[in-house]
């Protein structure tokens, strides 16, 4: 019997022509490419979140070691081949094109899709790849002016391996409820494009105790908090600001299966139904129309990169079905540390043994997260 299709929606790159412009850099994001004198046979250093850029550092340890796994096609696939992966939706990773001047934006925006396009073509194209197919969110040029934005959101329509767009949260540079973000919402429901929403900012170090404190364990603040609440946030000040009541086509997927929304939807829901300022309870300021559920149920779809058994749950009945969550696998964020070269990533093991947990008799609820969701809802033709 054949597999059921396995497909990461949750899988980024950088391709070549992002790393060349993040290596032409020297202020966050950037790539460090260490001397020789530095660390012999390092890999370049991946500074991109503010809390990388430690001054008290030396550049050669700042950030993250950044290695072909980043870039490089031919490791996509064998990531893919060894997790038992079929079809990948590879999406530039954080933070995008956020940074760039609004000058440039648009056109690096058309480079890096078409970039991508022809990447995917060219492996679907190919047999010697094994059957192993690729699509692509595109990016946006959110620094740009709206009018470019929208361009791009139409011209990726003519890319046949473009599913959707990633973005991040700061929109237009206040936020996704600007309201003069409402072009790019018409833009984006009138054209059906499925929006990717992925964490790169985080909270404030001050958030966490100050620099000091998320010094001491690197990462693991900003990543395992930071960032899931970064989403939270963003998605909530949507809702509360109207985006569903006056975009209500608008279809968003949620990276780490919506931060901590499927937990606290509940109380948001709450807040809103006690809060004095709203015109539906006596104020004068016009409140979210529709309930919070019915915007999960209806406006939005979660990954499943939660890598535990609980918060896929969560999702799963905060989504309002198994048809609204998909499998992901971060790659190539969060390797293996050790020295083996063939080994299994955690990422990908605990994201699906979560599924398997959840679903142990249930084969096509497993298929459905696995792949049939994504297969539906972004229309891959594998
Ligand atoms: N770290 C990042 O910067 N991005 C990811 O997507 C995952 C981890
Ligand atoms: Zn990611």
């Known amino acids: 019997m054949p597999q059921p299709a396995v497909v990461d929606i949750h899988t980024h790159m950088y391709p070549p022509s992002y790393i060349k412009l993040l290596s ?3 202020t966050v994001p950037y790539i460090y490419h260490p001397t020789p004198a530095e660390t012999p046979d390092s890999d370049p250093r991946l500074i991109i979140l503010a809390s990388d850029d430690d001054p008290s550092r030396p550049k050669s340890s700042r950030g993250r070691p950044v290695d072909s796994t980043y870039s490089s096609f031919d490791q996509k696939r064998a990531f893919m081949r060894r997790h038992g992966i079929s079809c990948s939706v590879i999406s530039l990773a954080n933070p995008w094109l956020d940074f760039l001047d609004p000058d440039s934006a648009l056109k690096t925006a058309q480079e890096i ?5 022809a990447a995917c073509a060219e492996n679907n194209g190919s ?15 959110l620094s740009a002016p709206a009018r470019d934005i929208v361009s791009e959101i139409q011209r990726l329509k003519s890319l046949g391996h473009v599913k959707g767009v990633i973005m991040g949260t700061t929109g237009l540079g206040n936020g996704l409820d600007d309201p003069a973000l409402d072009d790019v919402y018409s833009a984006l429901s009138s054209t059906a494009t499925l929006v990717f929403l992925h964490p790169h900012y985080g909270l404030p170090d001050s958030a966490f105790g100050g620099p000091e ?6 990462h693991v603040l900003p990543l395992a908090l930071g960032f899931p609440l970064e989403t939270t946030i963003a998605v909530s000040r949507m809702y509360l600001s109207g985006v569903f009541d006056r975009h209500p086509q608008l279809q968003f ?35 979210p129309q529709r309930s919070i559920w019915d915007v999960l149920h209806t406006n939005i779809y979660l990954d499943a990169v939660i890598y535990g058994q609980p918060g ?22 969060f390797p293996p540390l ?14 699906k043994g979560a599924i398997d947990g959840c679903f142990p008799e249930d084969e096509d609820a497993k298929r459905k997260i696995l792949g049939g969701n994504a297969i539906r809802v972004l229309g891959l033709d594998l």
């Open 253 to 287: 997927l949620l990276a780490h299966s919506g931060g901590t929304l499927p937990f606290l939807a509940g109380r948001i829901e709450s807040c809103v139904a006690h809060e004095r300022e709203f015109i539906a309870n006596g104020g004068h300021r016009q409140g």
């Open 312 to 333: 896929l749950k969560a999702a799963i009945e905060a989504a309002g079905s198994v048809d609204r969550v998909m499998f992901g696998t971060d790659h190539p964020f």
């Open 338 to 351: 050790g020295d083996d070269k063939e080994a299994k990533w955690l990422s990908v093991e605990s994201n």
């Open 24 to 26: 032409s850099r020297s």
């Open 113 to 117: 899709n078409n970039d991508l396009d």
């Open 213 to 218: 404190v998320v010094a001491k364990s690197g």
């Open 127 to 141: 047999a010697s790849h094994e059957g192993l197919k690729l699509f692509a969110f595109g990016c946006l040029p």
